[in-house]
């Protein structure tokens, strides 16, 4: 017969084998979880090339689109995490993000994913997350415009669904008119800090917006110079629905070059972009925006850093998700 303090002893002894089982157990998920650099090392070791190859010839052809591939990477990351949902169609039962109001008529680039989900296929059909593609296509895309580079972290899989809802909520995907604090709560969502803000805010040194993105600041804002919002009035009217495409360089300087005179704009007052202006505006990020427009080194490091922090948010690893074989639609 057991006595009752050895029964507990026994009890107390199993509780503890259980809780150090459960332990290991969440430690090797988190593990597992983790996106690697060298995920596809051995299962596509053609990756890298393949994209690039791709990548070059859309920017070769049209330099914005670099911008676009890039601007591609954050709109997926910041609705969902970073999983490939921007790229899905409507479906019967589910309207996705391309329609969302800071997506339609604006984020680019599909095509291009679609050509690379194509080349990768061909090589090593059904092993690359289209995830992992729109993060790999932000970088290089970066580079090729005289950019930093940065080890892209891997092994991100799709999602199975997007949501407009999500895309469409207020503070998820920040608003060209928005103010400092707005911006800083949009980007802490996410988890990523003020700083990152500042650095990400800099890829803005390339691509080009619309004149209904941009009116309301070179009409109504008063913290911008009065030439540069007299330039772009030219092209840009004053009454809604007239010129409402008409582009503009989101840096008057070097719109097809990865620099640091974006922050040069922003302390001279041409900011294109409310929520560009906001950045240095009086507020504690001038700082920030002083030592970017002085230190080109400084900037390409941080935002080589936010770049990375950014592409770990929320990513569905493991068995969660699926590897698509089009990226526009669920398998």
Known sequence: MVSSSSSYCLTRKARMAVAIVLIVAVFLGSSSAQLS???YSKSCPMLFGTIKSVIKSSV??????????????FHDCFVQGCDGSILLDDTSSFKGEKTAFANNNSVRGY???????????KVCPGVVSCADIVAIAARDSTVLLGGPNWKVKLGRRDSKTASLSAAN???VLPSPSSNLSALISSFQNQGLSTRDLVALSGSHTIGKSRCTVFRGRIYSDTNIDASFAKKRQQKCPSVTGSGDDNLAPLDLKTPAFFDNNYYKNLINKKGLLHSDQALYNGEFTDS?????????????SHFAKAMIKMGNIRPLTGSSGEIRKNCRKAN
Do not use: Q, W
């Open 37 to 39: 650099t060298k995920f």
């Open 288 to 300: 920030l925006v002083e030592k970017y427009s002085e230190n080109p080194a400084l900037f390409n």
């Open 111 to 121: 095509d291009v994913i679609d050509d690379i989900k194509f080349a990768i296929e």
């Open 60 to 73: 070769n052809k049209e330099k914005r689109m670099g911008a676009s591939l890039l601007r591609l990477h």
């Open 169 to 171: 909520s207020p503070g």
